[in-house]
Nanobody, 114 residues
Framework: QVQLVESGGGLVQAGGSLRLSCAAS????????MGWYRQAPGKQRELVAR???????NYADFVKGRFTISRDNAKKTVYLQMNSLKPEDTAVYYC????????WGQGTQVTVSS
């Protein structure tokens, strides 16, 4: 079984920064895209950022210029550096790994106070 372990969430003031990490382990034979999604209370889960195996990135408009996604293929880990955080960034952030199947992390809470 594949396991995704997320870390780095927490409480931060507006304008602050957090770095999320997600490490994959287990029987993963192929990994293509990795990324981050988030879900705020009462809202649909939405894409935050995604990165391909080759390093191409895609960002949601609301995080462009503030967040940076990166990955370490050898460590099977994806990161999300979040700067200039806003209260509206408050959500549960979920790690995503796409291969032959899609895998999801357990979610980590990010809370940004005003």
């Amino acid at each position: 079984q594949v396991q995704l372990v997320e870390s780095g969430g927490g409480l931060v003031q507006a304008g602050g920064s957090l770095r999320l990490s997600c490490a994959a382990s287990g029987s993963i034979f192929s990994i293509n895209d990795m990324g981050w999604y988030r879900q705020a209370p009462g809202k649909q889960r939405e894409l935050v950022a995604r990165i391909t195996r080759g390093g191409s990135t895609n960002y949601a408009d609301f995080v462009k210029g503030r967040f940076t996604i990166s990955r370490d293929n050898a460590k099977k880990t994806v990161y999300l550096q979040m700067n200039s955080l806003k209260p509206e960034d408050t959500a549960v952030y979920y790690c995503y790994v796409g291969g032959m199947r899609d895998y999801w992390g357990q979610g980590t809470q990010v809370t940004v106070s005003s």
